[in-house]
Antibody, heavy 122, light 108 residues
Framework: QVQLQESGPGVVKPSETLSLTCTVS??????????WSWIRQPPGKGLEWIGY???????NYNPSLKSRVTISVDTSKKQFSLNLSSVTAADTAVYYC??????????????WGQGTLVTVSS | SSELTQDPAVSVALGQTVRITCQGD??????ASWYQQKPGQAPVLVIY???NRPSGIPDRISGSRPGNTASLTITGAQAEDEADYYC???????????FGGGTKLTVL
């Protein structure tokens, strides 16, 4: 059974960089079949895709966040990470890591972490 | 605004059938995936691809995609089906991913 667990600071100051790590157990981040992803949800609002990284290191980001987002992977630690720079209060959200699967005509997130609330506040 | 449009809220009587829809031009080319999210919990994948259910998802939940509208149908709605439901797919360019705004399902 694949499990994902987010970790990182719960509070980040405005203009600083938000950094989160997702640890994967029961599976490998070096598998060629999966897209290791970050998704966020502001309090009381809907889901927003942030981006993903393929095991090869190829990345794909939401165009609205692309200038501020970096996703990286550490296969030896079975972890992947999110850096979001120059944060503002609008970046306050629950951040989820998830595993993406893709095949002909579809993309889906089949496993999710429990989520971690990050608040941007001075 | 999202490229995938969902009704904000839908209600259904206990035991009846309800359809939750998701509209978007990209759905003419790509299937939607559907997620169920209960308060304080992470989303759970319930439908992906043409009409595939992950292990543990009851067969009273099904999906379809006529034209540019994807539908999630719950046949014989139960109290435990009350949740927010989100659709998800690729955007019209096919290069990025988008979520619908979500539909809050109330079981009366």
């Amino acid at each position: 059974q694949v499990q994902l667990q987010e970790s990182g600071p719960g509070v980040v100051k405005p203009s600083e960089t938000l950094s989160l790590t997702c640890t994967v157990s029961g599976g490998s981040v070096s598998s060629g079949s999966y897209y290791w992803s970050w998704i966020r949800q502001p309090p009381g609002k809907g889901l927003e895709w942030i981006g993903y990284i393929y095991y090869s290191g190829n990345t794909n980001y939401n165009p609205s966040l692309k200038s501020r987002v970096t996703i990286s992977v550490d296969t030896s630690k079975k972890q992947f990470s999110l850096n979001l720079s120059s944060v503002t209060a609008a970046d306050t959200a629950v951040y989820y890591c998830a595993r993406g699967i893709a095949a002909a005509g579809f993309f889906a997130f089949d496993y999710w972490g429990q989520g971690t609330l990050v608040t941007v506040s001075s | 605004s999202s490229e995938l449009t969902q009704d904000p809220a839908v209600s259904v009587a206990l035991g009846q059938t309800v359809r939750i829809t998701c509209q978007g031009d990209s759905l003419r080319s790509y299937y939607a995936s559907w997620y169920q999210q209960k308060p304080g919990q992470a989303p759970v994948l319930v439908i992906y691809g043409k009409n595939n259910r992950p292990s543990g998802i009851p067969d009273r939940i099904s999906g379809s995609r006529p034209g540019n509208t994807a539908s999630l149908t719950i046949t014989g709605a139960q109290a435990e089906d009350e949740a927010d439901y989100y659709c998800h797919s690729r955007d019209t360019s096919g290069n990025h991913l988008v979520f619908g705004g979500g539909t809050k399902l109330t079981v009366l």
